[in-house]
């Protein structure tokens, strides 16, 4: 059974940081290709960030600003968030899908709030 369970979202002021957790059971983030995703209410979720072996992508509202890594050791995937905004204000999820194309996202955490004030 694949398990994703993020950590690490709260309460914090613009231009301060916050880094997401996501602890993968089940399978393994080196052999799945990892992603964030945010919901912000009232709006569709949006895509945020996303890794394979080596490769990465941000959406570009975020580049620059959020950095996406994993740790094969603990299996657990992280997003780093510098620099952040009012509008990054959302709840963040974690999802995994397997390596190739096309990406299909099957397995997704329960979601972690962060709030950005001004």
């Known amino acids: 059974q694949v398990q994703l369970v993020e950590s690490g979202g709260g309460l914090v002021r613009a231009g301060g940081s916050l880094r997401l957790s996501c602890a993968a059971s089940?399978?393994?983030?080196?052999?799945?290709?990892m992603g964030w995703f945010r919901q912000a209410p009232g709006k569709e979720r949006e895509f945020v960030a996303t890794i394979s072996g080596g490769s990465t992508l941000y959406a570009g509202s975020v580049k620059g600003r959020f950095t996406i890594s994993s740790d094969y050791a603990t299996n657990t995937n992280y997003l780093q968030m510098n620099s952040l905004k009012p509008e990054d204000t959302a709840v963040y999820y974690c999802?995994?899908?397997?390596?190739?194309?096309?990406?299909?996202?099957?397995?997704w955490g329960q979601g972690t709030q962060v709030t950005v004030s001004s």
């Open positions: 089940g399978r393994t983030v080196k052999q799945s290709r």
């Open positions: 999802a995994a899908a397997n390596l190739g194309v096309p990406v299909k996202y099957d397995y």
